[in-house]
């Protein structure tokens, strides 16, 4: 083979390339309609169906985590300082409320149960002798400024006493066993701490026989019933969902609605974070889980839902094929935004006109061999 011919060829392999890329300026010559005969179309497999408007079939997709709302999970912590003498709860075990979870032993607790014996005590004295001096003062044989003193006297020990039987209430003693207590002079040996809410034991954070000290967390018991999901969108599109809106969760039959949006963004990804709450089944997903959740895409002007494989791209236009009495003719649109197969297109449409969803690369090869034949 000569230098000539291989020139030629050369030329001849560069011009072919040239037509299978063809810019979209010269895409825009191209005529919108051409001939498919109907054998044609069934031996390629070409399908149709009739366009229909938005349906929020368009989703898109964006990942998120179950997180616990803030009044649902409760931090069981030592009161008092202290010894652990008994748990009486396994981790992920289903509580009541009111439920006994821990005991601690503590000398700290029997302090406080004995300054409320002898605040029972001062003020049951005080009472006493309030009344004594009052009759005495009745009966004309004190003067009442003995009077005022032993209502005084009375008024301190009584503010003594509920200062004590509180000091016991922050200990998660019921009042009702304060009472108990103060009524029968017997203090208890340990203090038994309780749920108060139902839950489920999410953690653990002392054994047996630890010591302790006032405020250390001890247990941690989460409502599982109603749970948030925060959901990573990006700051150029977190606007488009607002509070109400209903999503779902993707491979899940769970669906949830927007609470509210983040008023900050993170640094790191540059997103914001929606917040939902789960409606319904939030049994089926646990605390700390990542899922991917789908948001429908906002309703634009002319917009019309089709499957990804009806859309073709020349360059950087986008065309879909709609049906003729002859053929078809290539529609230019505009995406206006993608999830998944699923594409939300703008462009001159109407309802009812039918659109090939397959058989799109075959027609789109006899469109730009319609051109070439000119």
Known sequence: ???????????????????????????????????????????????????????????????????????????????????????????????????????????????LQLQLLQSSSRATLARQAAQ???????????????????????????????????????TGMPPETIAGIAASGNPQESLTLVSTQAGVVTAIAVKLGQRVDSAS???????????????????????????GTRLIVQGRNIAARILSASPTVSAGSQTVVLRAVIEGKAGQVRPGEFLAVELPVKAVADGWDLPLSAVAHDGNQAYVFVRTSDGFEARLVRVAASAGQ???VQGSLKAGEQIAVSGVVALKGAWLDGKESK
């Open 1 to 111: 083979m000569n230098k000539t011919n291989q020139c030629i060829q050369v030329c001849a392999y560069a011009i072919a390339v040239l037509c299978a890329f063809t810019s979209p300026a010269q895409a825009a010559d191209r005529p919108a309609r051409f001939a498919v005969p109907n054998g044609q179309i069934q031996a390629l497999g070409i399908t149709t169906v009739p366009l229909q408007s938005q349906a929020e079939s368009v989703r898109a997709s964006f990942p998120a985590q179950v997180v616990v709302p803030p009044n649902a999970e409760q931090v069981i912590s030592s009161p008092v300082a202290g010894l652990v003498s008994q748990l009486l709860v396994q981790q992920n075990q289903v509580v009541r409320r009111g439920a006994p979870l821990v005991r601690i032993a503590s000398p700290e607790f029997g302090q």
């Open 132 to 170: 004594r001096e009052q009759q005495l003062f009745d009966e004309g044989i004190i003067p009442q400024r003995r009077v005022q003193e032993a209502q005084a006297g009375l008024k301190e020990a009584e503010a003594a006493l509920k200062q004590a039987k509180a000091a016991l209430r922050l």
């Open 217 to 243: 967390p001890l247990l941690h018991v989460v409502q599982t019933d109603v749970l948030w999901l925060d959901i990573q969108v990006p700051v150029a599109e977190s606007t488009s969902w607002q509070p």
């Open 342 to 344: 699923r594409v939300r």
